[in-house]
């Protein structure tokens, strides 16, 4: 069993652990990894809104992995009618990877989706940087709806409906 809850500044040392150790498993495979954010990342522990969001191990009190949520879809890249629509936007979803067989990232997707219907939102989005990743986000149900060029980067810009997860309770449970 799990329990996701907001991050607090004492997750942050934690938080970077995660980081490093999903940066050594990139590096392991030659992908570009989020090394130079980890303190970053861990900083996001200090909103003060709540935004960031931590799965933790209910046995042990480990913490697994991370999201951060925000209400408002970054403007670029996405029409009008869809900033009009209620969404959630993920980003710096980060798991350990020595919990790759418990899809951490899985349960991290299908509880913002289960929460964002539970809170009246429509949709919950994310954007990554890479096709692998967004092959990753289309097993948990996202579906890739915009290309968009950046200054630099190129980016995927996902989506999925809001709704209930069937026997999601049974894994993960939340913590105000």
């Known amino acids: 069993m799990y329990v996701m809850r907001p991050a607090t ?3 942050g040392p934690a ?3 995660v980081v490093l150790a999903r940066s050594a ?3 392991e495979r030659r992908m570009p990894s989020w090394r130079e954010s980890a303190d970053d990342l861990a900083g996001q522990t200090e909103n003060s809104d709540g935004s960031m969001w931590v799965l933790i191990e209910e046995a042990t009190g480990r913490l697994v992995g991370c999201t951060t949520v925000q209400q408002e879809t970054p403007p670029w890249g996405w029409t009008r009618a869809e900033l009009a629509e209620p969404a959630d936007y993920l980003y710096t979803t980060v798991t350990d ?3 790759r067989e418990q899809k951490p990232g899985t349960l991290i997707a299908h509880w913002a989706v289960d929460r964002a219907a539970r ?3 429509t949709w919950v989005r994310r954007g990554c940087l890479f096709p692998g990743l967004v092959r990753y986000y289309e097993t948990q149900g996202f579906a890739l709806l915009h290309e968009v060029q950046r200054t630099h980067n190129r980016v ?3 989506a999925r409906r809001a ?3 069937r026997d999601l309770a049974v894994r993960v449970r939340t913590e105000p």
């Open 9 to 11: 500044v004492a997750d």
């Open 15 to 17: 938080v970077r652990a």
């Open 25 to 27: 498993w990139m590096e």
């Open 97 to 99: 990877p020595a919990d």
């Open 119 to 121: 809170s009246g939102r």
């Open 156 to 158: 995927y810009l996902l």
């Open 163 to 165: 709704e209930g997860v």
